[in-house]
């Protein structure tokens, strides 16, 4: 299985609302950074815990609209197309970082002005 692969079936799991089956594939001692990039979560208990608050951490009618992967030497990249109720239509880049077939680091890059308009 290829990394992107592996990023691919992360996006279906979190669209499943499987986020237990979405953490088994990022190590323990994993970290996420969120966009704005000062918020960080450290372990993957951490992370864990914050998905339960998903809804809450995205903007109201978050709908993600398109989706690819781009692969690289132990990292892959997720280009998203989303939108949202007050945003008609967007994207957004996730970097995802590995060690071996693990996630080590999840990186959310976006527009924070937009982002933050959408609520």
């Known amino acids: 299985m290829s990394l992107a692969d592996i990023v691919q079936r992360g996006w279906i799991a979190v669209g499943a609302g499987d986020f ?12 996420f950074v969120m966009p704005g990039q000062t918020d960080i979560l450290e372990g993957r208990g951490s992370f864990r815990a914050a ?3 998903l809804g809450t951490l995205l903007p109201p009618g978050f709908e993600i609209t398109g989706l690819r992967q781009i692969e ?6 997720s280009i998203v197309e989303w939108k949202s109720e ?23 890059f976006i527009d924070t002005e937009q982002w ?4």
Do not use: C, P
Not at 98 to 105: L, S
């Open 86 to 108: 007050k945003q008609a239509g967007s994207q957004l880049a996730v970097l995802f970082r590995f060690h071996g077939d693990k996630i080590h680091e999840e990186r959310w």
């Open 72 to 77: 690289g030497e132990n990292e892959v990249v």
């Open 20 to 31: 237990d089956s979405l953490v088994s594939d990022y190590e323990e001692n994993m970290t």
């Open 116 to 119: 933050k308009s959408a609520f």
């Open 51 to 53: 998905l339960d608050g």
